[in-house]
Every structure is written in C-alpha cells, then in structure tokens.
Nanobody
Framework: QLQASGGGLVQTGGSLRLSCVLS????????LGWFRQAPGKEREFVSA????????YYTDSVKGRFTISRDKAKNTVYLQMNSLKPEDTAVYYC???????????????WGQGTQVTVSS
C-alpha cells in the first residue's frame, strides 16, 4: 500500500513537500516514482528514484526545482517541490515498481493522489 500526503494550496514561487509511505512491502526492493495529472491532460511521469536511492530521474520541466529522496528507516519517498509554478498544479500520485525505475509503464503499485494547487 502507498499513502501519499503533503499536497495543498501554495502561491507561485512557494514550496511543498510530498510524502509517500510504502507499507506492507519490502521498501528497499522498490523503485519509486511520482506522477501527476492535471485536468484534461494525460498523466505525466515527474520524478523517480531507484531502489538504492543513488539514481534519480526528473522530467525536464521540474529539473532544478524538484528533488526526490527516500528514507529507508521511514519507508517513505519524498518530493520536495520548490519555485512552484501554476503549471505544476495537478493531482500527484506516488507509485512503486520492482522493474526499471525510469520506465513509467513499469509502475504497478499506486497510491491515492494528493492535490497540489499553485495560485498565480
């Protein structure tokens, strides 16, 4: 099970940190990713981190602004989002995979979404 939290309403330029706890599984085996979906748009693969935590992926639009990390002791993956823009507004989902973490189609365990709204 994946449980995401941390969404909210923030002004342009603000920050949020999303958290996602993986329970009932062997946390260290999974690659973990964040996806987002804005109204009327397709789901987008935003960021991911491999099972060891030493390799990451970011989509171009968030590079330099978002940071993904994981805490083995807390079975948690984080997405620190800085310099937020209105176009970051979306429902954000965390997901897990035992396969290659950079391939979005490999994610097969999903959490519920958390809404992020960035006001202009």
């Amino acid at each position: 099970q994946l449980q995401a939290s941390g969404g909210g309403l923030v002004q342009t330029g603000g920050s949020l940190r999303l958290s996602c706890v993986l329970s009932g599984r062997s946390f260290s085996r999974f690659g973990l990713g964040w996806f987002r979906q804005a109204p009327g748009k397709e789901r987008e693969f935003v960021s991911a981190i491999n099972y060891r935590g030493d390799n990451t992926y970011y989509t171009d639009s968030v590079k330099g602004r978002f940071t993904i990390s994981r805490d083995k002791a807390k079975n948690t993956v984080y997405l620190q989002m800085n310099s937020l823009k209105p176009e970051d507004t979306a429902v954000y989902y965390c997901a897990a995979t035992l396969l290659y973490f950079r391939e979005p189609e490999r994610y097969d365990t999903w959490g519920q979404g958390t809404q992020v709204t960035v006001s202009s």
